[in-house]
């Protein structure tokens, strides 16, 4: 009925603390098509994990969702109960996490682990099928069959983020959050861990959202890439078109900060820090720190919106 | 299993070692409290009006007689060969009867009022923990641990008098003392259990209510530090049944540092039985252990804390065998 695998409409996710609330995540729209590679890019604080953990609704107190949705196939998964929620994680939407160190359980061995996420949503024929089938994506990934019966410290740290790999495809989901898979890793490591999930998702057909904070990477992998700041939006456009050409001032700043080894170039920062979630500036909230700043950013939120096709931006600059 | 083996052969060394020095200092220890124990008796006797003929000779012929002749050096082998012989020698105090034949009457009552205390304390605090841990928004469960913190503090002696005043002295439903009936003739069968568990009650409960705060704290902060791992996170994700996280990916984890401080606990629980044996007036090594030091019984006093530490000693010998097999992380080392 849709090309839209995830929707999410106008999200609020904050934190609250005895100072008010903390807007992790402040009203952002995203949408991401079906087998379609997005990622989620940004610095340190600007949302993208919580966005990350809210789409498979694990987000904690003080944490809360304020507002908005978040469409899986059409389906509200804020509007879902526990239950149906539960049932609704790993079969259509799964996770690969951002600490595979530390994700899975030291004392429960790879298989077992795997087999909990295929029992939790199938009767007992997948249960039977279960080994067949771990030790197939277990191979997918580049695994060696015996892994099914090691335990976590057996494996290095490339191995495990394998064994998160296979273990968010078992149950063939639409959609696979990526919460910067390869952040723990070496960079020879982080390359071919980032060919294998590639190719997977390739294989499944599965939209895959990577969040990630090396622009650079994620610019390589992903179709299209949304640029995050403080919690908002700041531009979603296809990967190739935001190198060449970003809109936001943001993004442009952005990939000015990144060194290039092809010409050299004096690196350039951004100015300023990210403003305190607490008590954002009013107005765009990067007019603090942008150069073309104008009287109207200063008083007035820019819309979200599409300024030239398949490229949305907020920024006053383009209306 | 080549590293299985190695592991055990260094455990028993180690362990072997261990005992080495602890029937050392056990032996020596004693001694250098002031006074003998033949003097000491021939003193008692004395104050009584007793006439003692030929006093240094009968001292003689008595320190020869428990192995007390010769100097300190003579003595400690002396000990050593008769230990490897099995034979702790002759209780001073109650004179013919041996060392042996007052550590066994002792040691079942001990054991059985220990280690049947401690492990209902054990499994009950990591319960409790487990679930206050688990469920922290509850209000019950917020009560339940400043309660915990508050026992925790509470010295096990002061519980135990407690006990006797509202239940023994003001209540009447408990006796006040002793491991069994002693008026009427003693019950057999099913009769005598009862009687043996009914007199257990109070000092177990006592034992029970002042150590259960512990296990009740500790297991709660190992749940909520293994509650912050990723892999609860992860498991959560994969749309786990709660139970099944809890079990599995929570308690699991929980338990092992708690399995390894109950070998640990054991050992302090051996120590704090005396006073609780003395205020009940139990039967058991501690209150045997406390005359032998009140009439300088070298031999007794030796016997009691040798039967400590080997206790002590042995279950933490267990357990560093066992740990490997149920944390797969410790392995025996194939090195």
Known sequence: MTELALKVEDLKVWYWTDRGPVKAVDGI???????????????????????????????????????????????????????????????????IPQGSMNSLNPVVKIGSQITDAVTAHGDSVARAEAKAKIIEMLGMVGLPARVYNM??????????????????????????????PTSALDVVVQRVVTQTLIKVQERLGAALVIIGHDMGLLAQLVDRLAVMYAGKVAEVSPAEDIYKDPLHPYTQLLIGSVPSVKEKKPLEGIPGLPPTLLAPPPGCIFHPRCPHATERCRAEVPQYREVRPGRMVACHLYE | MPGLVTYIARRLIAYLLTVMIAITANFFIPRLIPGDPISALIDQMAQHGEVVSGGAEIVAAYKEQFGLNGTWMEQY????????????????????????????????WTMGLLLVATVISWVLGNLLGAMVGWRRDSKVNSALVVVSL?????????????????FSYNLSIFPSSGGFSLIGGRPEGMRMVWDILYHATLPALSIVISSVGFWVITMRSMILSTLGEDYILLAEAKGLKRQVILNKYALRNALLPQVAAFGIALGFVMNGSILTETIFNYPGLGALLLSAIGNLDYNLLQGILLLTILSVLTANLILEILYPFIDPRISHGGD
């Open chain 1, 29 to 95: 729209d995203l949408e991401v098509k079906k087998g379609e590679r997005f990622g989620i890019v940004g610095e340190s604080g600007c949302g993208k994990s919580t966005t990350a953990m809210t789409l498979l609704r694990l987000i904690k107190p003080p944490g809360s969702v304020e507002q908005g949705r978040i469409l899986l196939d059409g389906d509200n998964l804020l509007d879902l109960n526990d239950e149906q929620m539960r049932s609704v994680r790993w079969s259509r939407i799964s996770l």
């Open chain 1, 151 to 180: 335990y976590p410290h057996e494996l290095s740290g490339g191995m495990k983020q394998r064994v998160c790999i296979a273990m968010a495809i078992i149950l063939q989901p639409q959609v696979i959050i990526a919460d910067e």
């Open chain 2, 77 to 108: 082998f002396r000990y050593l060969w008769s230990l490897l012989r099995g034979d702790l020698g002759p209780s001073i105090m109650a004179f013919p009867t041996t060392v042996q034949e007052l550590l066994v009457t002792a040691l079942p």
């Open chain 2, 150 to 166: 508050s026992l925790n503090q509470i010295p096990y002696y002061f519980v135990a008098l407690l006990l006797v005043f509202f």
